[in-house]
């Protein structure tokens, strides 16, 4: 059967909403019983359409992996990446979806207090973070230490960043895996990109170190 991506982007989306869910985050079986549930299938599903779609669609994945991950008592998600451009559209999305993204950047110096305060309240459900600010400074120490339940999830974005072999190599962005490597094994590290070669993917194996699954 053809499936029309946007449409069950869109479906799946709806059904991470407070409305749709059982109170532990879980998709109920029945409208008339939110206490008899269905088997954890929308991250599977997510992932099917993600794929369905040519992988392109980043904000969609991590929206719905915080979304899914919040739901079950999930701390917040660390999103490091260089588009900060195209901040103003993921926060249109995540509202969607009743998350809400904070930015931690060179332009809002003003706002740091103001974060730390929000993570400490576990208000912030995504954390995005521009590399520069990331790697010139230990705001990660300054940032993380008071989230009463640590972080859910870390993402790399654009990781092809980090490789000599990509086509946008940041030598600054190399540091941004030490933060991947120092969070606690039990947190998913999620590295992300669209324009990756067979070089680039090795060298981002090699530098992640560890156990790496190549999805």
């Not at 879980?26 to 991250?43: C, I, K, M, S, T």
């Not at 509202?95 to 930015?103: A, F, K």
Request: hydrophobic share 45%; proline share 7%.
């Amino acid at each position: 059967a053809h499936v029309d991506p946007a449409f069950a982007k869109n479906q799946l989306i709806l059904m991470c909403r407070e409305w749709a869910q059982h109170p532990d985050g879980q998709l109920p079986a029945y409208e008339w019983d939110f206490g008899d549930v269905n088997p954890p299938v929308h991250a599977w599903a997510a992932w099917q359409v993600f794929v369905a779609d040519g992988g392109w669609d980043h904000e969609f994945l991590v929206r719905i992996a915080t979304k899914l991950l919040r739901s079950k008592g999930a701390g917040p998600t660390l999103l490091l990446s260089p588009a900060i451009h195209s901040l103003r559209q993921s926060l249109v999305l995540a509202d969607r979806i009743g998350l809400r993204i904070i930015p931690l950047n060179s332009t809002n110096p003003e706002e740091w207090a103001t974060v730390k305060e929000a993570l400490r309240q576990e208000v912030c459900d995504i954390l995005l973070v521009s590399p520069e600010r990331l790697t010139s400074h230990n705001y990660l120490t300054f940032l993380l230490s008071d989230i009463p339940s640590g972080l859910g999830l870390v993402v790399n974005d654009e990781v092809h960043c980090v490789s000599e072999w990509g086509h946008d190599f940041k030598p600054e962005y190399r540091r941004l895996l030490r933060i991947s490597r120092s969070v606690p094994r039990t947190v998913p590290v999620l590295a992300m990109t669209s324009t990756a070669n067979a070089g680039v993917v090795s060298d981002v194996r090699t530098q992640l170190g560890g156990d790496v699954e190549l999805i």
